[in-house]
C-alpha cells in the first residue's frame, strides 16, 4: 500500500518536472529511494555531494551502489576549500557555529546549487520523525531557495517502515547503521547515539540542538 503510493508519487514527480533528481546522501531513506527508482525504471536521476570527509562506510555503499545505479558526484570549489582550510585548518568547524556553517556551506550547500541548476524538481529522504525542526514540512512545496520543486515522498514514514521496506527488498545499507548511528552525515561531524537519544543527537553532536541543520534544508520546504 504505502510502496504503491510511493511508486505512483514518484512516477507523477518524474512525469510532470523532468528532469527530477533524488538527493543521496545513501542513508537508509535515501536507499528505499534509490531502490523504488532502480526497481521500476522511473526516469529519475540520482546525485550525492561528496564533501570529502564523508565516512569509509558511506564510501563503501556508494561504491556497492554505482554496480547497479548511476550516481552523479558533485564535489565542493576546490579553491573555496583550500581558502577555508588554509585560513581556520582542516577541523574549524569545531570551533564555533559559525565556522561549522561556512564548512558546510562550501562543501553541501553551494555543491548542491550546482545540482540542481537546470532540474524540474528534487526529492530527498527528509522523514517528519527526524528532527523537531522537521515537523512543519510537507510532502510538496516550492523552494524558493533553489527555484524549483522539492518534494519528501517518505515524510509520513515511519523507522520502522523503512526499515521494514530494507528488509523485505534486501536493500543494501551503511553499516554504521548497525553501530548505532541512525543519522548519517560528514565523519568529524556525526558520532553514534546510546539508547534514549534523540536520532539527530549524533549529528554535529557539540552544538545545540536549535542550530542543527547543515543549510541544505533550511527554508520551509
Ligand atoms: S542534513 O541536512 O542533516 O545533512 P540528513 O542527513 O537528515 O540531512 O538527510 C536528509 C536528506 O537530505 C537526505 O535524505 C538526502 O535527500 C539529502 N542529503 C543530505 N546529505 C546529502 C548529501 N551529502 N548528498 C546528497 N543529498 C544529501
Ligand atoms: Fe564540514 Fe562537518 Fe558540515 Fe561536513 S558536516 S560540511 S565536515 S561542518
Keep these: 500500500m504505502m510502496e504503491e503510493k510511493l511508486r505512483s508519487t514518484l512516477e507523477r514527480i518524474a512525469k510532470h518536472h523532468a528532469p527530477a533528481c ?11 529511494l534509490i531502490d523504488m527508482i532502480a526497481r521500476h525504471g522511473i526516469a529519475i536521476s540520482v ?25 552523479e558526484v558533485y564535489f565542493p570549489n576546490q579553491d573555496a576549500v583550500a581558502e577555508y582550510v588554509g585560513e581556520n585548518g582542516p577541523n574549524a568547524f569545531y570551533d564555533s557555529v559559525e565556522l561549522r556553517k561556512a564548512c558546510c556551506r562550501i562543501r ?13 524538481a528534487w526529492i530527498t529522504g527528509i522523514r517528519r520523525q527526524q528532527s523537531p525542526t522537521r515537523g512543519d514540512l510537507v ?11 522539492k518534494f519528501n515522498p517518505l515524510l509520513e514514514w515511519s523507522e520502522k517502515e523503512i526499515w521494514n521496506y530494507i528488509r523485505a527488498h534486501d536493500v543494501p545499507y551503511n553499516a ?16 553514534a547515539i546510546t539508547k534514549g537519544e ?9 552544538e545545540d540542538t536549535s542550530a542543527k541543520e547543515c543549510g541544505l534544508h533550511l527554508k520551509k520546504a
Design 22 to 32: 533524488l538527493a543521496s546522501s545513501f542513508g537508509l531513506e535515501d536507499m528505499v
Design 47 to 71: 546525485f550525492t555531494l561528496d564533501t570529502g570527509r564523508l565516512p569509509e562506510e558511506t564510501y563503501r555503499l556508494m561504491q556497492k551502489v554505482f554496480g547497479d545505479t548511476k550516481i
Design 108 to 120: 553541501k550547500v553551494e555543491p548542491l546549487r550546482r545540482a540542481l541548476a537546470g532540474k524540474g
Design 139 to 149: 510532502e510538496a512545496a516550492y523552494d524558493e531557495e533553489n527555484g524549483l520543486h
Design 176 to 191: 554504521l547503521h548497525d553501530k548505532g548511528y541512525p543519522s548519517i552525515g560528514c565523519a568529524p561531524c556525526t558520532r
Design 198 to 206: 534523540d536520532i539527530r543527537a549524533g549529528r554535529w553532536w557539540w
